[in-house]
Every structure is written in C-alpha cells, then in structure tokens.
C-alpha cells in the first residue's frame, strides 16, 4: 500500500466519531502514520469532564509503558556508541548490586532487563504508589527495595514484567553516559524528532488532559491527580500525544534511517520470550511488544497504563502504519481500538468501486447502527458501533440498482436475503429495508423518525 486512501481515513474518522458519541469514555486521541508522515490526527470527546474541557490535540497524556521503549532505544543508541554493551553485567555498571545476598544478581544482564526476563520484582514490596498511597521511590529507594528482595524468578528463564527492571536501566544509563536519563533522552531522541509534546516525566506546566479511574457504583467517576515517577521514570514516567507517538515509533521502523542504526531495530524487534503460555499471546523484544496480526503481518509497539489512562500504540512493519490510541480513562480499551484501525486500513486496501459505493450508508434501527462500506474485496455490512466493526461483517453482493443480497455472515441472522435502498433525488441512500423492516439513514446513530443527512 502506497498510501492510505483518503476515503479509508474519512470512515475511521465517521466511525469513531460515532464511537465516541456512544461509548462512556470521557476522551481519547488518535494518530495514525505512514512510512512516518503523519496523516491522521484527531481527538475524540473531554479533556476534563467536570468543566466541559473539549479535548484538543495539544492536550498531553500520561503514557506510562511507552517509556520504556524510549529508554529500550536509548540504551541500543549507548550501545552503538561504544558505551555499553546489551549483554553486559549489570554488575559492570551498577557495582553496588554485586553485594546482593541473592548471588543470582551477578549473572544479570543488561539483555535480560531489557526483555524483563531477569526475574526482578515487578514495583517493589511497596507499590501502593499506584494507588496514591505515597510517592513513586527515589534512586535511594529503589537501591534500598531492590537490596532487600531476591529475584523471583531465575535469570534468563522466563518473561516476567518489571517496573523496577527498567528503573535500573535509566540508573545504567546515567552511569554510561555521564547525563541525567531524562537529557539523554532529550538530547538522543526527542529533539532530533522534533517531538515537541513529549516529556519524560510530568510537571505543573504541562497542559494535560485529566485521568478518570473506572465508574462506581453510581455511575460516576473519579478525576485522578497527575503523578509524578521518581526513578521510575525510564519505566513509566513520560507524557506525550498520539502525534508525537506515531513519529517515535515509526522512526524505528527498519529503513527509516533515524535514531538507530536497522541492525539495532532488528535486535529490539526480535521476539525474545512469549508474554504467556498461549503461543497466540504475543511476545516481548527489547522494549518492545511484539505480535501477529489476522494477516501474520508483523506488529511492534507498547501499551501503557497508570492511573486515569491507558495507551497502545503499534507499528505494522509489513506495511509501515503506525497507529496511536490514547483515552484519559483506566477502563478503556486502546488496544483494540489501535489493532482495529489497522484492521479497518487493511479491509478498505487500495479499490475502490463507484458502482458498489453507491450503496454505502450507515443506517439505524432500534437494536443497533448497520453500516454498508465498499471495501477491496467487495460491499460490507458490519455494525460500526462497535469497537471491532469488522468482526461479524456480513458480505453483500449488488443484485440491481435497488437492491443488494446477503451472501455470506451469521446463519442466524438473515443470509440468502435482501437489502432494499430507497434514494432520494441526488440518489443519496435515505433508507434502506432489510427484509422489510425498514431502517433509516443517521450519521450519529441515534433513532430518528426521519432520515438523517449521512453523507
């Protein structure tokens, strides 16, 4: 695909724009790249429910993860510099772990950090700062917590998350590099990418959205205060936009020529432990996770979570699309609203048909929104307000100028039927029988006693 159709990007923008006026989420912000130009950039809802803040494109986000494919790249980059290598000791950088009661200390590797495959405890044995119940640790902290826990695990012999991990690699980075993590960072990818929203850690001065935790039981939620990581910072401490994220990670897009030389991208990119036993779960590189599409075309990205948002972004490799989802709201789903973009981007194609387009609308009845797309394999009907539109699509085959047949979707639903339009004067669809039950054209989805304007 040599760029993605504009037709494509009009319907994910339609679709959610209507999510977004259905789903409860107080608001998120969507980027999509290719081949690093960014070519969508939209924001969906609030900023901040209680003062009807619309959210805006300027507005930042805790990314959380994210972070750690910043300092995974930073520590590739002192690598390639001749200032560290991935398979060195800890110990090399870090003397003071060598004293550890756990012997197991002295075989851990920079590799098995990055890969969270050291068997290093997740947040400590005091992570009630994620739940607000004292502050993220200091450097001196973290020494003190990780001195006092063993390994969980034995190195290098499964995968098993850290935050802790990753505080340590920014600690290994100052150390190689004589800087503070946060001006290596700064110096080594943000600036060189003009990433002009993007922060290392959070500060007052930062125009933030406002983070919401999940709805209790009188339907309401809670504004979250912003945090601030302490060491952790490497782990999950930046602050970004879906923009400034789609540039990051398609800069490490093999061939792009930025931040890191491609043997490097490959090294990070390649699967080095599966995240679960089900070989379908995906796998983790070097700051990275790494999976399979449908398509088995090859996905690298992170997630990121803390409270009051959650964040996914991916970059398909095969097809060089980057994709970024932000939402200001800890029930959420970026994931897969991200992997449904792709999907959605790879259903449309490149084909486009006048004849068969004439048929898309979005049309409406009491049970739900059903919307007739032409995609490159043909007319779709699939349910848009849904956050995976495409999953129970049906096909439709043109029969006349009037009429489409349902060829192929659920056998309980109506397969082998007809689909009867109704156009008005401009032969715009304003209506459309489904085996005679009508149902009318609406842009937002809502049931209306007369037709909306859709197009």
Known sequence: MKSIPKRTLKFIDSWLTLRSQWARWPGF????????????????????????????????????????????????????????????LVTAHLPWLAQHSDRRWRDVTLRQLLSHSAGVIRDGQASGFWQFQGEFP??????????????????????????????????VIEQASGKSYADVVTENIIMPLDLKQTAT??????????????????????????????????????????HDLVKFFAALQVGSGKLLSDVSKREM???????????????????????????????????????????????????????????????????????????IIDQFGDVSDKNRRKFEARFVNDYGVYEVVDTAKGLRGLWSND????????????????????????????????????????????????SGAKNNVSRDGDVNDEPQDYN
């Open 138 to 171: 200091n450097e001196n902290e973290l020494k003190q917590q990780i001195m006092q826990s063993q390994l969980v695990f034995e190195p290098n012999s499964e995968f098993k998350y850290s935050n802790f991990g990753f505080g340590l690699l920014g600690l």
């Open 201 to 242: 850690e959070y500060s007052p001065e930062l125009y933030m959205a406002t983070g919401y935790g999940r709805f209790d039981l009188r339907q309401q939620r809670r504004p979250f205060q912003h945090i601030t990581t302490g060491v952790l910072q490497p782990a999950t401490g930046f602050c970004s936009t879906a």
């Open 29 to 88: 912000t969507v980027a999509i790249a290719k081949d690093g130009e960014v070519v969508f950039n939209k924001v969906y809802g609030l900023a901040n429910i209680e003062h009807n803040e619309t959210l805006t494109t300027d507005h930042l986000f805790h990314v959380a993860s994210h972070s750690k494919t910043f300092t995974a790249t930073a520590v590739m980059q002192l690598q390639e510099r001749g200032k560290l290598r991935i398979d060195d």
């Open 387 to 434: 956050w995976q539109p495409f999953n129970m699509a049906e096909e439709l085959e043109i029969v006349d100028d009037v009429t489409v047949k349902i060829v192929k979707g659920s056998r309980f639903n109506y397969i082998g039927e007809l689909m009867k339009y109704e156009f008005d004067t401009k032969n715009k669809p304003f209506a459309m029988h489904r």
């Open 269 to 343: 990119q390649r699967p080095s432990w599966q995240v679960a036993d089900d070989a379908n779960a995906g796998s983790y590189g070097l700051g990275l996770d790494i999976e399979k599409d449908k398509s088995s075309k090859r996905i690298v990205g992170h997630s990121g979570g803390c409270p009051g948002f959650i964040s996914n972004t991916c970059l398909q490799l095969d097809d060089g699309i980057t994709v970024s989802v932000l939402a200001n709201a800890y029930d959420t789903a970026p994931g897969i609203v991200a992997n449904s973009i792709l999907g």
